[in-house]
């Protein structure tokens, strides 16, 4: 069983920076796209950025200028830059990653556990 585990969410004013991780908790044979992903209260889970096992990326409009994703595929981790950060970008940020195990053939999504970042004077 693969486990993404994330890490840095918090409570931030607005124009401030976090920086989100995610890793994966074994020792996988090939991680293709990894992204994140988040939900607000009331809201349905959106696409915030992802990127390609060779650093493709790829943003929600709403964040461009201000988010970074990037990789490092030897540690099977992904990072969210989220720089000048807004009230509205207050949400739970899940991590996704599409997997393939050693013995298989297909890829399969995974999904972290979220964490919360809050962004509020």
């Known amino acids: 069983q693969v486990q993404l585990v994330e890490s840095g969410g918090g409570l931030v004013q607005p124009v401030g920076s976090l920086r989100l991780s995610c890793t994966a908790s074994r020792n996988i044979v090939t991680i293709n796209v990894m992204g994140w992903y988040r939900q607000a209260p009331g809201k349905q889970r959106e696409l915030v950025a992802t990127?390609?096992?060779?650093?493709?990326?790829d943003m929600v409009d709403s964040v461009k200028g201000r988010f970074a994703i990037s990789r490092d595929n030897a540690e099977n981790t992904v990072y969210l830059q989220m720089n000048s950060l807004k009230p509205e970008d207050t949400a739970i940020y899940y991590c996704h990653a599409d997997v393939r195990l050693s013995g298989t053939s297909n890829y399969d999504a995974y999904w972290g556990q979220g964490t919360q970042v809050t962004v509020s004077s």
């Open positions: 990127i390609t096992r060779d650093y493709s990326t």
